[in-house]
């Protein structure tokens, strides 16, 4: 695979910076939504090489996991407890998509697209691709906007302080190497 991870690399060195800015939770989860898309635009690309398609859709799941499950135990966790009913719908839509996503996600790794890309794993990653696009612009469009509706401005730098904890915590247990990990179904092939 001709991969060096830049992009999984890139997001784990912001992670400190971002504590350091105290970035909000909503930049944070705009921004990571932005290194999802980045990682489709070449994942689906007609133009791309085999190599480039791998190893974009290999960070794609990684950050995808990342995020999907740092976003569950915080934002959507607090929105299910929310009185605003719109709050609880979103959310629960929310993880109903990610659920769908997971189950795909799993299916494209039982096929070892690292191994070989076949147009089988092409179509489901582009099927994958599609939910995910449209679940970012859902969140971005109506689940983001109801945070400063929902939540005070302590209870948002909460959040953004768990949300980012929970990203280090799983990215860090995902880039560990197979030997230091090997049941994990992320375990990784990264160059360090
Ligand atoms: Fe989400
Ligand atoms: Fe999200």
Redesign the pocket.
């Known amino acids: 695979m001709n991969s060096n991870n830049s992009i999984l690399f890139e997001l784990k060195n912001s992670f400190q910076k971002d504590i350091v800015k105290k970035t909000g939770l909503i930049e944070l989860?705009e921004k990571?939504?932005s290194y999802l898309k980045d990682c489709i635009a070449v994942f689906t690309n007609n133009d791309a090489t085999i190599e480039e398609k791998q190893s974009f859709l290999y960070q794609f799941l990684h950050i995808l996991h990342m995020?999907?499950k740092a976003?569950e135990e915080t934002l959507y966790q607090s929105f299910i407890e929310s009185d605003v009913r719109l709050a609880r719908l979103e959310a629960t839509v929310g993880q109903d998509e990610h659920n769908i996503a997971y189950q795909l996600a799993s299916e494209l790794r039982d096929m070892d697209f690292l191994m070989s890309y076949s147009e089988e794993v092409e179509a489901k990653a582009k099927v994958l691709a599609t939910i995910i696009e449209t679940h970012?612009q859902e969140?971005e469009n109506e689940m983001l906007p109801l945070i400063n509706e929902c939540l005070d401005e302590l209870e948002q730098v909460e959040l953004a302080n768990d949300y980012l904890n929970k990203c280090e915590d799983y990215l860090h247990y995902e880039m560990l190497t197979p030997s230091q990990y090997s049941s994990y179904p992320y375990a990784p092939m990264v160059n360090r």
Do not use: D
């Open positions: 989860i990571h939504h995020h999907s976003e970012l969140e």
